[in-house]
């Protein structure tokens, strides 16, 4: 029996070949634990060429709702909340990861997944005129994902203005970056990772659904960086023995052009797809230019689909229709989406 | 010199004096500690009666947020959080008290502070429903408060429509009544305390605004306490080592009528208020059948007023006009008002 | 009926009548709310008087564990634990108040319930010296009781002893000064005020215990309070509405000379007591300057002595005996000691 | 140049090749991710056949600490702590993880790492015989390590007793079998996996120190599985999107006796370091059945042989020696100890 096709997440395959060979390569080697490897060590360091800058730290964790939850329960003093589109990850789908740690999420509302720089202005200068803000959560981050919830991406002038307001304000900006590898590939994208460097104060460049296996890198201005923060992964269950599982991978991935190459291919792969979509008639949720893709089916020619490929499922439209979605990834081959296209 | 004349709240002055008396009267017996003493017992009985059920529990803690974010905190399974209007105190003015119990606030929109049954059955029918909803956090709590946050108040009909809601799906409401005494009192209630404790699973009476030095009556269906629920009072550092403080305020309260008069009393001075306002031309921002009153104003005409008068701030309504607070209570005296009219 | 003589503790009766008075006399001025009156205001100056450091910041809280939670809760950064005497009262009669707020206590063998200077320094040198200690707690602060649990006193050098440990390793020294009253006012005392203001970093000054019907004015070094301290009280459910209740009493408190009569009136009863006791051939557990005074009783013997006084229990002994506790106030008269003595 | 010899730990190296060659057969495979796909089940039904239960419920999670603060944290109830051996890993060496999660670690005396029955009965009876102990923390969960943190065992008697404590007073007991396979392989051991599924009610199978890159098989009694627990680990991020990284993993581990290969290599040679260790005149520092080995060596021949060899620091056993530990697991060598042997 073959397996179905799965156009239902980016991490849907193992990891790349080229990273699962180097853990082969390096398996027997003694290595000391937690992260104090050496390719932990040269993994940060290329991530640090690759933003342009020698100064940032770098760590590496295992998923982005752990990176999510370790950063921000971390960043932010026990007063203060986190700033995000309603849409956003952590304000959805991560279970609560963000109140376990004992802060708010503070929604603003959201325009195809993103804020806002003057929506945050606003609300930032209504907060503090407030003459009960005391009584309130004071805003102490704001996360934005890109590409966001729902593929798309923020401009380099939309990034730009956020990253204004929130200098303004002395509060860190953070982007989640779990799909980064997209959102830097895209014809669309005018901003590189050394543009994001300079505009965020924390981010992380995900693994998990850019090839590895596990792992998310968080890049951080060390200054940002609270005292203890090792303590601090050890205590949130966050810290792997072996930590080199993290570090052999994000070595990989970032040698040899292999993080670009994945990114080009599951792009091409992913306009691919919008092209075959966009030929069988299908309707667009919205526009994405990364590889997520949605589209608005039918629920009777859903379920005849999904005896054939599967797709994730996004959100009911009415009680006729229904959003999915489809993403692309390093495993994606032409001919799925060749498959694909007879089963609509 | 004189006071101010203040209408900033319903917690301006003390206790009323038959309170205090009973402070007075009862100082030095040697009582044991903890809650432990037969004020509290006679006080929990009282309230009993007064909502016409001899199985609920009564706990007696120190004021509102505390009362919430121990009830929801306790209340909800870690992996559930809380339904409550976008305005509901608890997701805006309490300083992030519920999810610093770990939990998140679910908002649900809100019309003049209250949520809607409906509404509420879509979220929740929504929510089921969702594919994805294993990673989402479980509503296992609906916050409602009465008379809300804008003084308005729940009809029967309302209430007992989103009771219904609640018990479809096995989860329990509670009702904020912090300010409970102004809702019973109003001309416009059709809501007695015995609908309450029949229609909620758990609500509380307030003191501090109704008349005591500090202090809120928790009443709940004793199958909802959970274990160790004693313990889990002094944990939260919610347990008073003289419990007397709170057990002979609310015997006090609840006896000779002195809990129907602080309200009527209040509601008739918010009556006179009101006309008054009126009178004076002035802008309502919404109409309240209870003890408070907004009002939008100038903000040179507020600044002037403010010379003279204490009110509170209630939110900016544009760059020249603010919205007022003014609040009636026991200690609310007609010339206070008639003072006040002088000033408009 | 008359009520049973009762020793069981310090909290057993209300407020002193000078403090009843004072909160009769302001009950009906009209006061901001959540501390920002001038009650509260003049009551922090009189105690930063009575410390002889005009810099000192001072809060108002209701409760001793609410007290130990919060400032131990705020001023430990999250990968920090307390470190405290395992008799601590923190460490075994809180319920896990500190746990709950995410933080370890760090046990150190007692003596006499307290912890010794020489004790601390090599706890915290082995810390250091352990090349793990990343993956361990980190001792943030440093707790200690005076009186301690047993009612027994640090010196003046033992606690230059702590205090000079404490700042060699810069962790905060605390103390618990739930009854500091006794402890001040006990002949054995050579540490005043001033003396603790000056080697403690933070401390409370209990009034639950000394004559209020709540509160602890918690006293710290201005720049240990953490930003957002207001936010922070009133997230913990420890912020009282009516401020006042708080103010009021510890301005009464700390007027003409009241908490020092308090002090002599308790101390001097407790000798009485002690004498009585000796007198009557009971067996000590622990000699205790303070107004706790321990006896062993043959199980027997204590349950005939309870049929008219009530003590509290303190601990097993062995199968036969047990340790119970008896507190002298500012309620305790000569003539409770008089009729104790017959039952004995 | 040659990588130095390690005996730091049980985790130097990659994954068994068995292992890794499985994720590299599967890789290709696309698959349901969070632990829903079918190599999660395979691996859960060959546990549940390992320990001859097939009622069990079996989840997988990432690390050992990890898998202690979910398991305890979810276990149990807000009132209640863990109690567990004042040595035990949760209460020394994760980083205050049980109490991040607000519960307080209960220690008892350690023997050898082990707590006795005795003990633990004696502890319960005086819990529930102190009149105050409704405001201590309530044991909750019995947590013991097997092996424990100095290598020795529990034999089957004495884990009986501690069952038979634990159920009668409705007390789960949780095993943290983070080496568990050394200790299933000792020739010491007289408790299999059925003996072990048998009397505990919740414990680990370690998959990092037994040959994985990561990952802990939890087994539990299902009537223990808190609701929502799928939620509660995406919640703590416990939750792997490629979750079959650690299904493959443990698929291979129990499948064609590799578990019980790498548990008896590892042991072997443990058998022939301890022969070694003896026959160069090392001190022990007590006596481990398992695969680590405890020496105290002075400081200065210590420092000599980390120039050859990476040990494990343990700890400072005077000014002048130390005690140092030494592991084997699945890729240790003979000639390893060979040359180990040279440089004692």
Redesign the interface.
């Known amino acids: 029996m073959t ?4 156009f ?2 980016d ?5 790349h ?1 080229q990273i ?1 060979q180097r ?2 390569e ?8 937690y992260g104090a490897d050496k390719y932990s060590a040269a993994a940060a360091a290329k991530i640090r060429a690759a933003c342009s800058n020698d100064a940032l730290d770098v760590f590496f964790l ?5 990176a999510n ?2 950063i921000i ?2 960043l932010l ?5 986190v700033v995000a589109a309603d849409s956003g990850h952590i304000n ?6 963000v ?2 740690t ?4 503070l ?1 603003l509302p959201q325009h195809e997944g993103k804020i806002e720089a003057a929506a945050l202005a606003r609300y930032l200068a ?1 907060f503090y ?4 803000h ?5 805003p102490g981050l704001v996360y934005i994902s890109h590409p966001t919830e729902y593929g798309t991406l923020y401009s380099k002038a939309e990034l730009a203005a956020l990253s204004e307001v929130c200098r303004r304000y002395k509060i860190p900006l953070f982007l989640d970056g779990a799909r980064l590898i997209y959102g830097l590939a895209s014809r669309s994208a005018d901003l590189g990772l050394p543009d994001i460097a300079a505009l965020c104060d924390v981010f992380y460049i995900g693994g ?2 850019a090839g590895t ?2 792992g998310e890198a968080v890049v951080m201005r060390p200054e940002l960086t ?3 923060f ?3 992964t ?9 930590g ?2 993290l570090g052999v991978q994000f070595d990989a991935l970032f040698s040899d052009g292999l993080y670009q190459e994945i990114g080009r291919h599951a792009i091409a792969m992913a306009e691919l797809l919008r092209q075959t979509l966009r030929e069988a008639g299908c309707r667009f949720l919205l526009e994405s230019p990364t590889n997520q893709q949605f589209i608005v089916m039918p629920n009777d020619k859903l379920a005849e689909l999904q005896r054939h490929v ?1 797709v994730s ?1 996004w ?2 439209v009415d009680d006729a229709h229904t959003a999915i979605r489809l993403a692309t990834c390093w ?1 994606t081959r032409a001919e799925d989406i060749a498959a694909l296209r007879q089963y609509l």
Do not use: W
């Open positions: 397996a179905k096709i799965s239902a997440s991490y849907v395959t193992g990891a070949p699962l853990l082969l390096t398996n027997l080697e003694p290595l000391p634990g295992m998923g982005g709702t752990q939850a370790v329960g971390t003093a026990p007063y203060q909340g959805v789908h991560e279970a609560g990861a109140e376990y004992g802060h708010k999420v929604p209504d005129a407030d003459a009960n005391e009584h309130m959560v004071f998990t659904k296996l596990c609270p005292p203890g090792v303590t601090l050890k205590q949130r269950g966050a810290m792997l023995a072996k080199r599982l599967d499922f959100e009911k495993s």
